[in-house]
């Protein structure tokens, strides 16, 4: 029998690769990881997986001596697969960060996206995260290669700021394989010629569709996909359309946290108390295991999974080795981009070792985390910041918080803050101010849009930041803490809500239009969510990315698909759960 090809795997290390290792091993293939050049003369395939800023993917190229041998395979002829980064590299250079080269084999540059639109004046978020359409630009052809695989669109998980924006002109139309429209710029979301296969979206973050885009590379012959990419076509035209085909996201969120036996388990309170109101010991609930749930969701047709471990600050969560074994053990079952938060800072283990934020968000990452999420630190760091401000002290960023070491390593996108603000009730007739900067996170009752009791109408009140679970309250609101996170390089808010948690009254309208409209980063609607309905409100009313919920995906009384259906139903995009 013929000899199988040989696969490798390029990792620089930075960030989650192993989703990428997870995802061919599920398809049934081996491969190799290249650990120097001599490993390219090895490899009959190659795919790089890249993760994280253009810049220092070529410097880690540069100093691991691994830049040339790279080039040299991608000429060679053989089969090349990028992912992300590893489709950015092959342009000439990128707007991200420090001007350094790329690999220059197609001579145009990876550009950021816009925040306002240069025609319509409307903005959009940046990073561009969630799951688009990628559509097929060439002419169709027998070749089962073209992602999209099937002939119509289909929605890809893309998550990244810098982008091949797509122009008319015969060298970029030779290459473009999809188009994706953001907004109302467009630009190449795969290239295809000769032995070259790029993709700006994460097949391995993409569930079905994504698996099935690797696994039509990975089973086809090496001959077929091999040759070279000289050569142009005529220039061709991608029309702007109304709707840029940009879904809606719908999270599931687990709260872990080890019961009285010591063991994790998913857990859900009602205003963040996750202890029984029924038994007099009052155990805390156990709504199922982390691993079991995060598969059941993600074959529901969840765009993303949270896992957020609850009580890991009140100890180092590297020495929380069972919530790593829980986020390994969920990437091998679930395609779709996995957060992990809770205890992500600054901590001292209880034998003394240091480790910093970051290395705590690596472990995460080494184990299949896609992002990670802040909470309490990201209220200290906003805190000191804004004291910065306030004082005149330079510099006004220290570069020393989580949020900027894990940013500036990861890439923005890789970092959420996750907030817990709770209302303070004030004077409906209030002079705002009296609250001093907080009144820009006041809300008049009577003037409310989201859902409030009669008697909420007849009250005020402003967003307070708490940490520790909403434990402690702090001098700080809502909206200076969006603002303050984004500064510092936060690239989501997950929002949450003390009051609403577990109420499944709807989300806080007024809340999430604040924070919202403070930010240019995506921003995810959480706590309260009862019914359909919900999701639908707040993709209609806010311009919310995304949507979260917990409760009512773990009792099953509202199942994903019926939020999905609903959605679609009500002609809201959203991703088509599994046909
Ligand atoms: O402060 O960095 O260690 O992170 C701790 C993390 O744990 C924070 O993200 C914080 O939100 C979370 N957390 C801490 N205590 C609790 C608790 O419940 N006692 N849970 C907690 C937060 C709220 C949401 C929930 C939504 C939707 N849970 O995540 O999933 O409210 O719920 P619903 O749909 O049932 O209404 P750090």
């Known amino acids: 029998s013929e000899k199988k090809p040989r696969l490798f795997l390029l990792d620089y290390g930075a960030g989650n690769v192993r989703s990428l290792a997870n995802s061919i091993k599920k398809l049934g293939y081996e491969f190799e990881w290249i650990k120097d050049a001599s490993d390219f003369e090895k490899a009959d395939k190659l795919i790089f997986p890249g993760v994280g800023a253009f810049p220092q993917a070529i410097n880690s190229l540069h100093s691991s001596n691994l830049f040339e041998p790279l080039r040299n395979y991608l000429h060679s002829g053989r089969p090349y697969f990028g992912i992300c980064i590893g489709m950015q590299v092959l342009f000439a250079g990128s707007d991200e960060g420090d001007p350094i080269p790329g690999l220059g084999l197609i001579d145009a540059r990876v550009e950021r996206f816009k925040a306002v639109s240069e025609t319509t004046g409307k903005s959009k978020s940046i990073p561009h995260m969630g799951w688009s359409e990628a559509t097929p630009f060439k002419p169709r052809?027998?070749?089962t290669l073209v992602p999209p695989v099937k002939e119509e669109v289909e929605d890809l998980y893309f998550v990244h700021s810098y982008a091949v924006p797509f122009r008319s002109t015969p060298l970029i139309s030779s290459w473009t394989n999809t188009t994706t429209q953001y907004g109302d710029e467009i630009f190449v979301s795969s290239i295809k010629r000769g032995n070259i296969l790029a993709c700006q979206f994460h097949p391995e973050k993409s569930g079905e569709a994504g698996l099935k885009v690797l696994d039509n590379w990975l089973k086809a012959p090496v001959e077929e996909i091999s040759g070279n990419f000289d050569g142009q076509e005529q220039a061709r035209e991608v029309s702007v359309k109304a709707n840029d085909g940009f879904t809606k996201r719908v999270v599931a969120c687990l709260d872990v946290r080890s019961n009285d036996q010591g063991d994790l388990v998913v857990t859900k309170g009602d205003q963040y108390d996750v202890r029984e109101k029924t038994t007099d010991a009052g155990d805390v609930r156990n709504l199922g295991k982390p691993v079991e749930l995060a598969r059941r969701y993600y074959e529901s047709g969840a765009d993303e999974i949270c896992f957020l471990n609850i009580t890991s600050f009140r100890q180092s969560a590297l020495h929380d080795q069972p919530m790593l074994a829980v986020v390994e053990?969920?990437?091998?079952?679930?395609?779709?981009?996995?957060?992990v938060g809770g205890g992500i800072k600054d901590t001292v283990d209880p034998d003394g070792t240091e480790r910093s934020a970051l290395e705590v968000a690596g472990a995460y990452f080494r184990s299949g985390a896609d992002k990670v999420s802040i909470g309490s630190d990201a209220v200290i760091a906003v805190e000191e910041l804004l004291a910065r401000q306030a004082a005149g002290t330079q510099p006004v960023l220290t570069g020393k918080t989580g949020i900027e070491t894990i940013s500036k390593a990861y890439g923005n996108q890789a970092v959420v803050v996750s907030f817990d603000p709770k209302r303070v009730y004030v004077?409906?007739?209030?002079?705002?101010?009296?609250?001093?900067?907080?009144?820009?996170?006041?809300?008049?009752?009577?003037?409310?849009?989201?859902?409030?009791?009669?008697?909420?109408?007849?009250k005020a009140w402003w967003y307070q930041c708490t940490i520790n679970g909403g434990r402690a309250v702090r001098d700080i609101?809502?909206?200076?803490?969006?603002?303050?996170?984004?500064?510092l390089g936060a690239g989501e808010i997950l929002l949450n809500s003390v009051d609403r948690d577990g109420s499944g009254r709807g989300f806080d309208l007024d809340l999430v239009r604040l924070v919202r409209n403070a930010v240019n980063i995506p921003v995810v609607a959480s706590s309260g969510a009862g019914k359909v309905e919900d999701f639908e409100e707040v993709f209609e009313k806010?311009?919310?990315?995304?949507?979260?919920?917990?409760?009512?995906?773990?009792?099953?009384?509202?199942?994903?698909?019926?939020?999905?259906?609903?959605?679609?139903?009500?002609?809201?995009?959203?991703?088509?759960?599994?046909?």
Request: charged fraction near 25%; charge should be negative.
């Open 329 to 339: 053990a969920a990437a091998e079952t679930v395609f779709v981009p996995l957060t």
């Open 542 to 579: 806010t311009d919310v990315e995304a949507a979260l919920a917990a409760g009512i995906f773990h009792r099953n009384e509202v199942p994903i698909e019926n939020v999905k259906a609903h959605l679609l139903k009500k002609n809201i995009s959203a991703r088509r759960a599994k046909d």
């Open 477 to 487: 609101d809502v909206v200076q803490l969006a603002k303050g996170v984004e500064m």
């Open 141 to 143: 052809t027998s070749s």
């Open 427 to 458: 004077d409906a007739a209030i002079d705002p101010a009296t609250l001093g900067p907080h009144a820009a996170s006041l809300v008049v009752g009577s003037e409310a849009t989201g859902n409030v009791t009669e008697e909420e109408r007849s």
